[in-house]
C-alpha cells in the first residue's frame, strides 16, 4: 500500500464479534434467534411494536455488559493519529467505536443509543428502555421507535459516503458479509474511483472477489497490524 492519504474503512459485525455481540445473522440465519423480518423492517414495527421495541431494548442493555476490544482501539488510534482524511463508517449499531474513542465516525444504520421520532424525524439519544408510544420531545408526538434503519429503509448519510469512497486512495472493509446493501457495493465504488481496497475478514465475504487483497483471521489481530503498518 503507497501513496495513501484520504481513507475510507467499514465495519461489520464481525469487529464487534470478539467483544461477546452476537453478529446480525448467525449461521442459523437469526439474529438473537428473532428472524429479521420479525424484528428489523417497517412491517414488523407496525404488527407487532412491543416485541420490536423490547429487541432493541434487549440489544441496548448488552452493550453494559461488553467492551470495545483491539480492533477498535486500533482504529481509535489511527484516527487520532492519521494526518489525512479519514472515514469510519460503520453497520453495527453499538457504540464501541465511540467507547475506543474513534471521532471521525458514521453510523449508515443507525445506533441503539437513540431514539428516532416517526413524526418530525428528530433524534434524540436514548439509554433507557424506549416502549412503544414514548412522546417526542421536539414535537409531542407519541412517535419514537428504535432509531435503527430498518430493511427497506435508506441507510444515513449516503451522500457523505460516496463522496468519501470517491476520494479514497485506500478503501478497507473489516468483518463484514458483503451480502448486505448498499454497503456491500462500497468496494466496487472504491475500485472505480482507483482506490486501492483490502478486505480484513474471519473468512472470504460474498464480496471477496471485488477486494486487490483479502486477509483472513481474528480482527483484533488483522486490524491492529494494518493500522501499524499504516502509522509505520
Not at 500500500?1 to 461477546?20: C, F, K, P, R
Request: glycine share 10%; net charge negative; proline share 6%.
Amino acid at each position: 500500500m503507497t501513496d495513501i492519504y484520504n481513507i475510507v474503512i467499514l465495519t461489520g459485525a464481525g469487529i464487534s464479534a470478539e467483544s461477546g455481540l452476537a453478529t446480525f445473522r448467525g449461521p442459523d440465519g437469526l439474529w438473537e434467534g428473532h428472524r429479521v423480518e420479525d424484528v428489523c423492517t417497517p412491517e414488523a414495527l407496525a404488527r407487532d411494536p412491543v416485541l420490536v421495541h423490547r429487541f432493541y431494548d434487549e440489544r441496548r442493555a448488552k452493550l453494559a455488559q461488553v467492551q470495545p476490544n483491539a480492533a477498535h482501539q486500533a482504529l481509535a488510534a489511527l484516527d487520532a493519529a492519521w494526518s489525512g482524511e479519514l472515514m469510519i463508517v460503520t453497520q453495527n449499531v453499538d457504540d464501541l467505536h465511540e467507547r475506543a474513542g474513534a471521532r471521525r465516525l458514521i453510523h449508515m444504520h443507525g445506533e441503539l443509543k437513540s431514539a428516532l421520532c416517526a413524526g418530525c424525524g428528530k433524534a434524540v439519544g436514548w439509554a433507557d428502555p424506549l416502549p412503544p408510544g414514548s412522546v417526542c420531545g421536539g414535537c409531542g408526538q407519541h412517535a419514537l421507535r428504535p432509531d435503527i434503519v430498518f430493511f427497506g429503509e435508506m441507510p444515513y448519510h449516503m451522500e457523505a459516503i460516496d463522496a468519501a469512497i470517491s476520494d479514497a486512495d485506500l478503501f478497507v472493509s473489516i468483518g463484514t458479509s458483503g451480502a448486505v446493501y448498499p454497503a456491500a457495493g462500497f468496494v466496487q465504488l472504491a475500485r472505480h474511483a482507483g482506490a486501492q481496497t483490502l478486505e480484513l475478514n474471519l473468512d472470504p465475504s460474498a464480496g471477496s472477489s471485488y477486494f486487490d487483497e483479502t486477509r483472513l483471521g481474528p480482527a483484533s489481530e488483522l486490524v491492529p497490524a494494518l493500522v501499524r503498518d499504516l502509522l509505520g
